[in-house]
């Protein structure tokens, strides 16, 4: 149980375009999902924090124009990465959580490795 | 706020050979405290974590850490490492309560198990 995917899982596109990543609980409802950003060799950074049907939290530093985040049902997440640039190039990890009491654990997606050209 | 510092960015060790991976935090509150394995283009994968209780903890593949708290440490030990375990090991901590669940995590260790 407690299986969170990501789609796609690689993407390369050129700069200048728009790109989204889906992030889904595939066996339970996330009430709270988040997304890292992982560079290589490079510890995960969380992103931001985002509740089924509120607004995402986003970490200082973190262009909210720039990766614009959906939380649209208690299944679905989506990061958009707007006019995307070289430097946005990374890997992007999501994680799913529902409430279990005194700590709600995180579940993992597989990630999604992205290339701007 | 919470830290997390993981000193060993590389840990070479032969198969079958004890390891030991540090890790260090640095907080002001309670905290709950995990170790993850990612392995090559994947998420990570909790591999055991300290929430309250015991301060051993211990997964099902063989490795255990122990929460200690006047030397603020997490490090993770294995008697008997395997191929298998070649990975990238995080640690990482969040505040015990009011913390929003958020994980703040090392830089990683790299675990190389050679033949």
């Known amino acids: 149980g407690a299986v969170v995917s990501q789609h796609p899982s690689r993407v390369i596109c050129k700069s200048g375009t728009s790109v989204k990543i889906e992030c889904r609980s595939l066996?339970?409802?996330?009430?709270?999902m988040f997304w890292y950003r992982q560079f290589p060799k490079k510890s995960l950074m969380l992103m931001a924090t985002s509740n089924e049907g509120s607004k995402a939290t986003y970490e200082q530093g973190v262009e909210k124009d720039k990766f614009l985040i959906n939380h649209a049902s208690l299944t679905l997440s989506t990061l958009t990465v707007t006019s995307a640039h070289p430097e946005d190039s990374s890997f992007y990890i999501c994680?799913?959580?529902?409430?279990?009491?005194?700590?709600?654990?995180?579940?993992f997606g597989p990630g999604t490795r992205l290339t701007v050209l | 706020a919470q830290s997390v510092t993981q000193l060993d960015s590389q840990v070479p060790v032969f198969e079958e050979a004890p390891v030991e991976l540090r890790c260090n935090y640095s907080?002001?509150?309670?905290?709950?405290l995990f170790w993850y394995v990612q392995y090559p283009n994947q998420g990570l994968q909790l591999l055991l974590k300290?929430?309250?209780?015991?301060?051993l903890v211990e997964s099902i593949n063989g490795f255990e850490a122990e929460f200690n708290k006047s030397q603020t440490s997490f490090h993770l030990r294995k008697p008997s490492v395997h191929i298998s375990d070649t990975a990238e090991y995080f640690c990482a901590v969040t505040r015990g309560t009011g913390g929003g669940n958020k994980l703040t995590f090392g830089t990683g260790t790299q675990l190389k198990v050679e033949l």
């Open positions: 300290y929430l309250s209780g015991s301060t």
């Open positions: 066996d339970f409802q996330a009430t709270t």
């Open positions: 907080s002001s509150v309670s905290v709950y």
């Open positions: 994680s799913a959580s529902y409430s279990q009491g005194s700590y709600n654990e995180q579940f």
